[in-house]
């Protein structure tokens, strides 16, 4: 027999207990021992505790105290000699006194060849020896049925509506405790009800098993529990970054917490509060509801909510105004892929900055996410706040000459955008457009600003746009003629818009990203299609596709992929335009 040790790693109340003892019914050794550490309160108890539940009994004069040291020897070494027949020894609830456990471990897989170590710890052990095995959530299928077993034993008539229970236990992160916990209240309660009250889950679910122990009694003592192993510090992190909604990257991390934030999440990972997740940006960290919204109470309780809001406040302003340079750049398929794992995040802080009339921030945060959404093609997105940033913004006052280049490109898209979808145009925001002036640099917000106000004065602005997209730099030149392309295939004239968008491609330059060549591809591909020049179409479908997917506006590249479609039909390639659509 090989001695080895197999650490059962995970979060409070995921079953790390069941599973132990499970696998304790069913190991092939003859001899299996169980050692609960949940109440041993220090390390030094770790060694006597081990020692009483494996039938040793220590002298009266023996001090048990550090393996390393001289006076536990003699209990250690008794200890060995009852685990000279194949044992499974199983050391479950080791979080709390993990170096001790550690300690022992590593001492016996060293020395004794004829024992396996099983230990359940919410933090590994940290030694050579280990093999981690993360127990994962509950999939849906299971959280279901756990819910449905448990909700039927506690009320044998209870209907259940497979959607609201499917629903109720992905908010509950798949953890069995928080599922049984959920599913004892349906007693008392529908199961749409107990949804309703997730809203303070702490408050909620409480009780169950009367047999269970007091940290798995109660949700929150289940978190509590690794929480008050965590240094103040570490503490504190937590109470952060769950303030943030939809997890965060390294670099957040360090922005929010400085320098010491790697050895932070370090901790939190191994203490099992947090999840570590392969991304197409890298690693990112979520916690589970659970949680954040534990440490979302201790915020509020240690009146630190204002200050971490603040905190928030400025990493979002930070990264929106960092990252809005690179979107139209030749690093744009990148910086889009880096936003988008942000967005909600910084959708969140752009609706408390709403709620704070908070018209700086507004702006800076509107900047980068309306060109985002642009990008994607997720006009809509842009759309449900285009109209509060136009009226908050026309009732702000001038912003400082730095400002205002940002300032004059979200008003005039916004004001724009509302306008296009028959929002009408706000007089004020128009009037406060055109008093930003220019800054007379070539910029594009200043040719968004002219091409804005010409659009936006007179009812048919073709005159207007054929002008501006003749004269004035090449992001006037280009603005101008992409939008008068769209108003020109919305008044049917198809030949004229496929000229305007052209005339737009021309200006077009790489140091502005690939999109803009690419977007202006998609139209000219639209307007050939409507006329049913099918091999032009395709052509400029080919061009524009793998940029259209690259930047993830998928709506538009599944346009594209129809049009390859139809183009295939049309020339009778039925079996390709099959194959085709088996793709979309």
């Not at 052209?502 to 200006?507: D, E, K």
Request: with cysteine; aromatic share 4%; proline share 3%.
């Amino acid at each position: 027999m090989c001695s080895s040790d197999l650490s059962i790693v995970g979060p409070g109340g995921l079953g790390k207990t069941r599973m132990a003892h499970l696998l304790g019914r069913l190991a092939p050794e003859p001899v299996v021992h169980f050692v609960e550490l949940v109440g041993v309160r220090a390390d030094d108890g770790v060694l006597a505790q081990v020692a009483t539940d494996l039938g040793v009994m220590d002298a009266p004069s023996t001090r048990v105290t550090s393996l390393r040291g001289r006076p536990g020897t003699d209990l250690r070494s008794r200890i060995i000699g009852q685990l000279a027949a194949p044992t499974l020894l199983i050391i479950d609830n080791c979080e709390h006194v993990v170096e001790a456990v550690a300690e022992l471990v590593a001492f016996l897989v060293a020395t004794v060849d004829t024992v396996r170590v099983l230990t359940t710890t919410r933090a590994p052990l940290g030694i050579a020896a280990e093999w981690i095995y993360a127990l994962p959530q509950l999939s849906g299928e299971e959280a279901v049925e756990l819910f449905e077993q448990r909700a039927r034993s506690a009320r044998a008539s209870i209907k259940l509506d497979q959607d609201e229970v499917t629903t109720l236990v992905t908010r509950l992160d798949g953890l069995p405790l928080a599922i049984e916990l959920a599913a004892a209240k349906t007693r008392v309660m529908s199961v749409a009800e107990i949804s309703r009250r997730l809203e303070d889950r702490f408050a909620l679910l409480v009780a169950g098993d009367r047999s269970a122990p007091d940290r798995h009694r109660t949700l929150e003592a289940v978190i509590a529990w690794s929480w008050n192993l965590l240094g103040g510090d570490d503490q504190e992190a937590l109470q952060t970054l769950a303030a943030l909604p939809d997890g965060f990257s390294l670099d957040t991390a360090e922005a929010l917490l400085g320098p010491g934030a790697v050895s932070t999440l370090a901790e939190l990972v191994d203490q099992s509060l947090l999840v570590v997740q392969e991304a197409d940006t890298g690693v990112r960290y979520r916690f589970l509801e659970t949680v954040r919204e534990f440490g979302l109470k201790r915020l509020v309780e240690a009146g630190l909510e204002g200050e971490v809001r603040a905190q928030l406040r400025r990493w979002a302003v930070g990264f929106a105004e960092n990252k809005v340079v690179d979107l139209f750049s030749v690093e744009q398929t990148a910086t889009v892929t880096v936003v988008g794992a942000e967005v909600a995040n910084l959708v969140a802080e752009l609706r408390n900055a709403f709620e704070d009339e908070d018209a700086e921030s507004v702006v800076s945060l509107m900047g980068l996410l309306s060109s985002y959404w642009t990008i994607r093609g997720d006009h809509f997105a842009m759309l449900g706040f285009a109209h509060r940033a136009t009226a908050l913004l026309a009732e702000a006052d001038l912003p400082a000459a730095a400002k205002r280049g940002m300032w004059r490109a979200v008003l005039a898209s916004t004001t724009l955008l509302v306008a296009l979808f028959g929002g009408g145009v706000n007089a004020r925001a128009v009037e406060l457009l055109d008093t930003l002036g220019e800054a007379g640099d070539g910029s594009a917000s200043d040719a968004m600003r002219k091409v804005a106000l010409a659009t936006l004065a007179v009812t048919d602005p073709r005159e207007a746009l054929a002008l501006l997209g003749h004269e004035g730099n090449r992001h006037q030149r280009m603005l101008a003629m992409m939008l008068l392309s769209h108003v020109l295939e919305n008044a049917g004239d198809l030949q004229s818009a496929r000229q305007a968008a052209r005339q737009a491609l021309a200006a077009v330059d790489a140091e502005d990203g690939p999109w803009a060549r690419a977007q202006l591809q998609a139209q000219l591909a639209s307007l050939s299609a409507a006329d049913e020049e099918t091999t032009a179409a395709a052509r400029y479908v080919a061009e524009a596709l793998p940029v259209i997917k690259a930047v993830r506006a998928e709506e538009d590249a599944i346009q594209l992929q129809t049009m390859l479609v139809l183009a295939d039909i049309a020339e009778g390639r039925v079996e390709a335009a099959q194959a085709r659509k088996t793709l979309l």
